[in-house]
């Protein structure tokens, strides 16, 4: 089975409309949207869900206020900045663990000396296995300013792998999110194949820079594209030749052409309407197959 | 005052306005970039660099003559929510890329057979741009750990400067690190299905973390609507719309500020500034 990844380094270089039109192009393929905290694939796709599932992760800290006696012990066990201090009318102090800088390590839960702490488990999100018309697809949505969005990936890339087992399809086609942290790393392992999006720029070279090396840290075999390169012909060739030197195959370059944003407005892939680009798109997926 | 430049969506334009701020402030500011995984403020500010510090976190690290994970002991293992530690019946093995830097091994460890070690796992560097201070936090590469770097940039923050933050996209732990605190959030999109819904999700975000905010659309375009519609239904001020001009994106493209490469430009992102202020 064969697994690809979308990714880009740099956000908003056009990773999910190279994604969309190459799910369309392909044949027997089943899909995921590992950009779990903006998810944009769905809005080309119109998934129907067919799956919805709780994602629980990890825990979260909570005073008991009842069995709290504000000794304050809480506040130095957290190397978080999680426990808060406030003050009260009365002159006394109350402890509160603010949620969103728990990151569920227990160290208040297992050493207050009251007990006084409980530790439940945390709802991170939920994710969904929905049909489309360019084949099966695991998505997800993870909760408001949640923790875990690299666990979500994971669980995410799990379930798409399951998929592909029961459809006894021989390609998984992932859409990645940006930067090159915990959800890029949890995106990329395991994968066969990176795709590398791109835009010609500085910041595009800077970060394409970086996301090669990050493969190669995981030893993925890379291609790259650029996107929108008429913008700026000389820094293409330069980005193209900086990505030649680190080891990674050129498969194309794809014009910038407002019809990629009309598609996306029609909830089409660009290879579903005859905007110029799309042949772009065509030919790089052609290169593409003899990766 | 602390405020961030953030987005659901990558790519719509933080660092644009960031750098634009900054430069429209011209003196007594200091912009902070907190796209660890992704820096590139530095690309179009290239300030004379003053230091750069190391971040580390700490890890455990195993007395072996103390510890009895032979005699069957694996609390330490149990202890840990990041599965960083392996007990395998004898010497504990560490993973110091699952680790969170907690403490809670140390701790628990009933023979005192765990000390801490620092760890590194990225890099703030400080620098001067004319009047602008820049302070940048990169993440090493491989290391999963963003908001322990976000943390460090933000230790740079002088209280009584203009602050400004160039936060990373999405929505999840690091873009919280790099607002927390913050007295307001600028939320820059583009009038695009992508854009609006990523929106969506960041208005959720800032709201949930009951932080004040405002929009910017980027790239606007008269025919496009669609946030402008968002905005009014949903009660969000919008602070300002830089036209999809084509020169704007040729500047950026070879890492000039649009202030710096169009000066007609200059006027508008001093207005934005003031209505932050204002709003903020």
Redesign the interface.
């Known amino acids: 089975m064969k697994e690809i990844v979308v990714i ?6 056009g990773k ?1 409309s190279v994604l969309a039109s190459f799910a369309v192009l392909a044949k027997n393929a089943v899909l995921a949207d590992c950009d ?3 998810a ?1 694939l769905h ?1 080309v796709l119109r998934p129907d869900i067919i799956e919805k599932h709780d994602f629980i992760s ?2 979260e800290a909570v005073v008991l206020q009842d069995v709290c006696d504000s000794c304050g012990a809480c506040l130095n066990l957290c ?2 900045d999680a426990i808060k201090e406030i003050s009260q009318p009365s002159g006394e102090s109350i402890f509160e663990i603010d949620s ?2 728990c ?5 208040c839960y ?2 207050c000396p009251l007990k006084a702490i409980d530790f439940k488990d945390r709802h991170c999100g939920e994710w969904m296995i929905s049909s489309t018309r360019a084949g099966s697809m695991v998505h997800a949505k ?1 909760g ?4 875990n ?2 666990k979500l990936v994971s669980t995410v890339k799990e379930k798409v792998r399951e998929l592909a087992g029961k459809e006894n399809s021989d390609l998984i086609l992932i859409d990645g ?9 949890a995106s990329v392992t395991g994968a066969s194949l990176v795709f590398v999006v791109t ?5 595009g070279e ?2 394409l820079k ?1 996301i090669l ?2 493969v190669r ?2 030893n993925i075999p890379a291609c790259v594209c650029v996107n929108k390169w008429d ?2 012909p000389e ?1 293409t060739e330069k980005i193209e030749n900086l990505a030649v030197s680190t080891g990674a195959s050129v498969l194309g370059r794809i014009r910038y052409d407002t019809g990629v ?1 009309k598609a ?2 029609e ?1 089409l892939a660009v290879v579903e309407t005859d905007t110029p680009s799309a042949q772009d798109i065509i030919n790089i997926w052609q290169a593409l197959q003899f990766q | 005052m602390k405020i961030a430049i953030a987005s659901g969506k990558g790519g719509t334009g933080k660092t644009t306005v960031a750098v634009n701020l900054a430069l429209a402030a011209e003196r007594n500011v200091q912009l902070l970039d907190c796209d660890v995984e992704e820096p590139n403020v530095h690309l179009f500010l290239k300030g004379e660099e003053k230091q750069a510090r190391r971040v580390s976190i700490l890890i455990p690290q195993i007395i072996e003559s103390r510890c009895i994970a032979e005699e069957g002991c694996d609390l330490c293992s149990q202890f840990c929510e990041f599965n960083a530690i392996v007990c395998p019946g004898k010497l504990p093995i560490i993973m110091p890329e699952m680790c969170h830097g907690c403490g809670g091994c140390k701790r628990i460890c009933p023979k005192k057979a765990i000390r801490e070690v620092p760890y590194e796992i990225g890099t703030v560097t400080t620098a001067q741009y004319k009047d602008i201070f820049l302070a940048e936090g990169r993440l090493d590469i491989g290391m999963p750990l963003a908001p322990s770097v976000i943390k460090g940039v933000k230790e740079e923050i002088k209280s009584d400067v203009l602050a400004l933050l160039d936060a990373p996209p999405g929505t999840s732990c690091p873009v919280v690190a790099a607002l927390q605190d913050c007295d307001f959030v600028v939320l820059v999109t583009e009038p695009t299905p992508f854009g609006q819904n990523d929106l969506r999700l960041a208005v959720d975000m800032v709201r949930e973390l009951g932080l004040r905010f405002g929009v910017v659309i980027n790239r606007a375009n008269p025919d496009q609507t669609c946030i402008n519609e968002y905005c009014a239904a949903e009660k969000i001020q919008i602070l300002a719309a830089i036209p999809d001009d084509r020169r704007i994106a040729q500047s950026y493209a070879i890492g000039i500020p649009i202030i710096e490469a169009l000066p007609e430009y200059k006027e508008m992102f001093e207005t934005l500034l003031g209505r932050i202020k204002e709003a903020a």
């Open positions: 880009s380094g740099k956000g908003g270089t999910t779990v905290d903006a944009d809005l990890g825990h190397r978080f969103h800088s990151e569920g390590c227990g160290v297992a050493f993870l408001i300013a949640a923790e969005s690299g999110p940006p930067g090159t942290g915990c959800p890029v790393i835009e010609p720029t500085v910041s800077h970060d970086r090396e990050l840290h995981f913008i700026c820094m944003t996306q407005i909830a």
